[in-house]
């Protein structure tokens, strides 16, 4: 694993914030992650991961407070309008921060080829024959190149959320966030995905990954943050948050999860 302490920081949240009505969904999460970090985060249910994680891109606008990329700064405050610009900065946000959904968000109506060139067509305006090069060989990289012209719904959902993770990969995003990428499968179809995201952990791939995937977690991440009531209540090594945390809610929540495992 790459050495995050010397690596730059590609992306930070600072004080980012997120209200729906009366609900106070995130109360101020901060988080930095350095080039080649893999950040799992974990925590209950309605704890404001995916919420959170959403707001790292402005899938989710959040309510307040500041998301940095690379040293620009992306604040809450300055995309309450919709101009132009503010629509264009946002593309290139989402361009370069790429998200990897738990229900795959594949078009029913493509090929898996075809979902994996929409990107590279529309957004990088890249020629439809070098598109498709691009493409399969993408598929090729997450073990799907034999399925190229099968359709989402001839596909188990593993091989859905691999070919989703191709298509990520198109637009050849700085950071890649997963939200919950294994939670939509049957048991037996997660280490195919789990062992795709850990080939591009080698790779030196930056990540966030909201999981309940202990072991993943504690094997593969660089940091483990651990988020409830919408804050972070631990951050740190796997070492330190998943083994010798003195925290009671953090404790409680892996002696929950491994009972219901």
């Known amino acids: 694993m790459k050495d995050s302490e010397v690596a730059p920081v590609i992306l930070e949240a600072r004080g980012i914030t ?5 609900h106070e969904a995130l109360r101020g999460v901060d988080l930095a992650a350095h080039r080649g970090d893999v950040v799992a985060v974990i ?14 891109n402005f899938l ?3 309510s307040g407070g500041q998301v940095i990329l690379d040293g620009e700064i992306f604040a809450a405050a300055d995309f309450s309008g919709r101009s132009h610009q503010h629509r264009g900065r946002l593309i290139k946000l989402r361009r370069r921060v790429g998200m990897v959904f738990q229900s ?9 080829l075809g979902n994996v060139m929409e990107g ?4 990088l305006n890249m020629p439809a024959s070098e598109a498709k090069e691009r493409a399969q060989e993408l598929l090729n990289k997450v073990g799907l190149a034999s399925h190229a012209g099968h359709y989402p719904a001839q596909l188990s959902g593993g091989q859905q959320q691999r070919v989703a993770i191709a298509r990520t990969l198109a637009t050849e995003p700085e950071v890649l966030l997963f939200d919950e990428p294994t939670s939509a499968l ?6 195919e995905v789990l062992s795709v995201i850990q080939a591009l952990a080698r790779e030196g791939r930056t990540m966030l990954v909201v999981t309940h995937e202990i ?3 504690r094997d593969v991440a660089t940091k483990v943050v651990f988020m409830a009531d919408g804050a972070v209540q631990e951050r740190g090594s796997p070492e330190d948050v998943l083994r010798q945390s003195q925290s009671p809610t953090l404790r409680a929540f892996l002696s929950r999860f491994r009972q219901e495992r």
């Open 18 to 22: 997120k209200s729906f009505g009366g």
């Open 43 to 56: 925590g209950p249910s309605g704890s404001g991961k995916s919420t959170f994680l959403r707001c790292l």
């Open 60 to 62: 989710e606008k959040p």
């Open 104 to 112: 795959f968000n594949l078009w029913p109506h493509r090929t898996a």
């Open 120 to 123: 590279l067509t529309q957004v």
């Open 186 to 191: 049957d048991p037996e179809l997660v280490g």
């Open 215 to 217: 072991g993943f977690a």
